[in-house]
């Protein structure tokens, strides 16, 4: 029977806000450096020179199809039998599960990224190349801002999916959220009110990113309806009305 006392005695433990903790800031280190990775890869992707892009391609398809529960466990008991500099004790569950959810979320947001950027056409920068832009000035000012706007989506969604796949490092012990419940839940028997907890506790987060994600969709489209509508304004339609009324053509 569940009962609401353990459940809110569960839903304040130091434990599983701890973890709860360790969850928000792996995700939140993993989709930064994911982001700042990924763009220089997503351009490479259509770079002129072969050996360029199809490195990185090769990157790409290697770590979208590898399971993330797979590198995990790679990357942890994989790389310390591989290189001796990995066994020391700097080499912590959230290092690793930082290094393999790295890699994995580099290959999905570059491909984010090299969708929205090629949607955009060479238009775009030849009218900046006209407006005596160089080539990093057109890009930042004119591409990128429009990239970002088709990409948000997408990348907000990786963002969310992300959180949730961070409760695959129980494999490598890592306690965040998940891991602690299941911890919790060893000691007490009491299934209902901690999976309840940790329900809970996904539910804010998600509806946080997701509230996060309309506000900044909004923001980022405010230039462009401000523009619309001052188009729209400046042009006013004309009225057809009779050149003569009734009493007019009787004359």
């Known amino acids: ?4 006392i353990i459940f809110l005695q569960a839903l304040i433990s130091p434990a599983l806000i701890q973890g709860a903790l360790i969850t928000i800031g792996l995700s939140i280190c993993v989709q930064v450096t994911a982001f700042t990775l990924c763009l220089p890869v997503a351009i490479g992707l259509s770079s002129k020179h072969a050996s360029v ?12 199809s590898a399971p993330m529960i797979l590198v995990l466990l790679f990357i942890w008991n994989g790389l310390p039998q591989l290189f001796p500099i ?11 599960a930082y290094i393999g959810m790295t890699l994995v979320g580099v290959a999905y947001n570059a491909e984010i990224m090299r969708a929205a950027l090629g949607s955009l056409g060479a238009g775009q920068r030849e009218a900046a190349a006209a ?8 890009f930042r000012l004119v591409v990128m801002p429009q990239a970002m706007r088709i990409a948000l989506p997408s990348l907000m969604n990786e963002f969310i999916s992300l959180l949730k796949s961070t409760s695959l490092a129980y494999t490598i012990s890592l306690r965040e959220l998940m891991t602690t419940t299941s911890l919790s839940i060893s000691a007490s028997f009491r299934f209902t009110e901690w999976y309840a907890c940790a329900f809970l506790y996904y ?8 509230l996060a994600q309309g506000w900044i969709e909004r923001r980022m489209s405010a230039p462009y309806s401000r ?7 400046g042009l006013q339609p004309v009225r057809n009305t009779p050149a003569l009324n009734g009493s007019d053509q009787n004359l």
């Open 1 to 4: 029977m569940f009962d609401p």
């Open 53 to 64: 892009r199809w490195v990185l391609l090769a990157y790409v398809w290697l770590f979208r």
């Open 86 to 96: 990995f066994r020391s004790s700097w080499f912590t569950p959230f290092i690793a």
């Open 131 to 138: 407006l005596g832009l160089t080539k990093f000035q057109a």
């Open 203 to 210: 539910l804010v987060m998600v509806s946080i990113l997701t």
């Open 227 to 233: 523009k619309s509508n001052d188009r729209n304004s």
